[in-house]
């Protein structure tokens, strides 16, 4: 791969080298002055008290280094490890939280801006919750209850996590025998920080242990109860079309950009940028109309339900205000750079922090409030109308940009196979079992400076389909691949292997399944059970043709979802240095206890060369273990006929039988 380049994404890397030219400084020069710590990067410091830092390094360091207090370097690599589950365990949980209020707000009439626009969804969790639903029940009352019964997750001391019971029943009972069941999200978060902090678990693998507990809490607590609320108030996404990349902005409208991860003031936004008043009031500043894009997580979550387009993932938010044509970006939480506030003067561009969580020295702050949730959007709006006229020539004005269809829920890729009245996954399942369908792989995380970013992305999405191998994608996994032309049915056309093509021609689908926000991960795990359930793979999530890739991670948080992963039993590979490469002992029991015990792992490997010829090592292991067709490109075996559109249809105004057999 080219070292040269900054960013695998061409628009990216003209307006890197624009503001080369102009002597504007990005994370990707940045990156190139500050060279990671050798210790820290492969866990071998400890920090978490003040008789060191203590450096755990040496020849022998495994066998004999040892902190002040005695602490060896296996249990400070997994100490480490450990507090990067609870912080990202702790994001995408707040976040969760936040929604939880919101669905509160919302059924209790606190908060007249949101309705619940899936009600449909509401009755399907509430159905999983064991809430009463239906029969004259006021759909308030169901949201309600819903709401309190997630908040209990939060608060729980003793016993298992709502969604616990979702998973397939081999998986829980593999939790439940290792002592990983997670119980409520805050008390491992806090168990977390208790055990790791000076003279407590010292035990590599107890902690590692933990560990997973507080990654199970993430995956089916935090990011499973965000994902089904954001549903419940916002819809259930379907496809739809959008577009990627810098050229979504407009000369002649006013550009608004929302960046983040929470979707609760983005949906706002969503709304009153479609209001008259709002639209004559861009008018009289000169604009044409207001341009509402977004980046990062907050993108994807208001890209999926209203297909608003995207400028790209993390490491496009500096060069998106060096296009010179973004007027106002409002910001959340997370994986924001506190660099953007300081860049945006150099242009007019105004950076707004939002939530009472999160500020930057230098940005505006206009606080987001669910129970007055359209005056803050609209203030936001205006603010952005106002600086129209302020905007200048200054910039590099980059046009580039892609289709990309977006959307894919479990729903959707559930009713995609069968209509309404059949939705299955049984055609999912027959085509992985024909070999039609080499494996899945979820194909997420965060770009990265520290390699041609978006470029390992790609490159995974491009080998993988030719290999057959059906991509979901999520965060900005989902933003490198849409930036990149790569979410539309043509990819299939031009780049699959001869089954996934066929597959994807006859339902009509990308061979790259954008499924939505980080938070979305948690769609790949119920899509997973849901594949064990429909059967003739294996009955539980572990021991499936699948694998999760991480390959530009940086975040704590995508440490917290490759480990819910790897604990639900999905192989799990992860770019870059190991955090805990330090440690060969932490390192074997992420991959090889891991594996015995979960049937999933977790590696770290740099080159992405070897990245995919791990995942299609574990996706053939899978399907040998599981007695399937050997995969060989272009040969399948029996499988029963795809539906295709027009037989959905058929069958959906005949629908009165279900079950009629799958697909005949
Ligand atoms: Ni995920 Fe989304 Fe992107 Fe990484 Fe950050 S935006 S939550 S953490 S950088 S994928």
Redesign the pocket.
Known sequence: MNKVIKSADKAAEKIIKWGEAHNIETCFDRAEKLKPCPIGESGACCRVCHMGPCRLVGKNAEEEARGICGATLPTVAARNLVRMIAA?TA??SDHARDMAFTLFAVASGETKDFQIKDVRKLYRVAEILGIEFGNGRAVNDVAKDVALKFLEDFTRQKGELNYVKRAPKKTQERWRKWGVTPRGIDREVVEAMHRTSVGVDHEPDHLLTHGLRTALADGWGGCMVSTDITDILFGTPKPLKAEASFGIFKEDEVNLVVH??EPTLAEMIVDVTEEPEMIAYAKSKGAKGINLGG???TA?EVLMRHGIPTAG???NQELGIMTGLIDALTVDV??IMPAIAELSKKFHTKVITTSEKAKIQGAMHVEYDEHRAKEVAREIVKIACDNFPNRTKEGSHITDKFPVIAGFSHEYIEYMQGGRWRASFRPLNDAIMAGRIRGVVGL?????PRVPSTGLHRFLAVELIKNDVLIVS????S?ACGTAGYLTPEMALENAGPGLREVCEAIGIPPILHIG???DNSRILTIATAMAHEGGLSDEIGGMPAVGI?PE??????IA?GCYFAASGVPVIFGGESPVGASKEITKIMTEVWFERFMGAMHFEPDPEKILSIALNYIDAAREKLKLRKYEPGKFGAERVLMDMAARRELEKKSAVPHAGVGG
């Not at 997420?444 to 990265?448: E, H, I, L, P, W």
């Not at 999520?474 to 996994?477: A, E, F, R, Y």
Request: charged share 10%; net charge negative; with cysteine.
């Open positions: 990202g994001a995408h983040g991860h980046m990062c997580c994807n993932g993390f490491t997370q994986c997420a995380g965060c770009d990265n999520t965060g900005c996994g933003a926000a980080c938070v991480a991670w940086m975040s704590e948080k995508a979802i």
